[in-house]
């Protein structure tokens, strides 16, 4: 079994930056992707960034030019960061874990609010 522990969010002045971590532990992968989603009331879960520890990060548009990702193998956990918030990142921060190139199994975080608002 995994566990992700979500941490970080809370309110946050429009051009700002938000900062979240999240740490997996339990039964580990080798080779494993570690991802945040958010999700806003009313409108679907999307993905936000994802990495590798092999290395590989993706960002989607609504964090790219402007977030960073990254990960501490030793730990398990990685930190995701966001710069110029607006009020539309208002959101749920989900974590996610998984073994890189598998949809499933994969495990969730139980999310965190981040509220982007002066």
């Known amino acids: 079994q995994v566990q992700v522990v979500e941490s970080g969010g809370g309110l946050v002045q429009p051009g700002g930056s938000l900062s979240l971590s999240c740490e997996a532990s339990?039964?580990?992968?080798?080779?494993?992707?570690m991802a945040w989603y958010r999700q806003a009331p009313g409108k679907q879960r999307e993905l936000v960034a994802s990495?590798?520890?092999?290395?590989?990060?993706t960002f989607t548009d609504v964090a790219k030019g402007r977030s960073s990702i990254s990960l501490d193998d030793a730990k398990i956990t990685v930190y995701l960061k966001m710069d110029d918030v607006k009020p539309e990142d208002t959101a749920t921060y989900y974590c996610?874990?998984?073994?890189?190139?598998?949809?499933?199994?994969?495990?969730w975080g139980q999310g965190t609010q981040v509220t982007v608002s002066s």
């Open positions: 996610n874990y998984r073994r890189t190139g598998a949809s499933a199994p994969d495990y």
């Open positions: 339990g039964s580990i992968f080798n080779l494993y992707t």
């Open positions: 990495i590798t520890n092999g290395g590989k990060s």
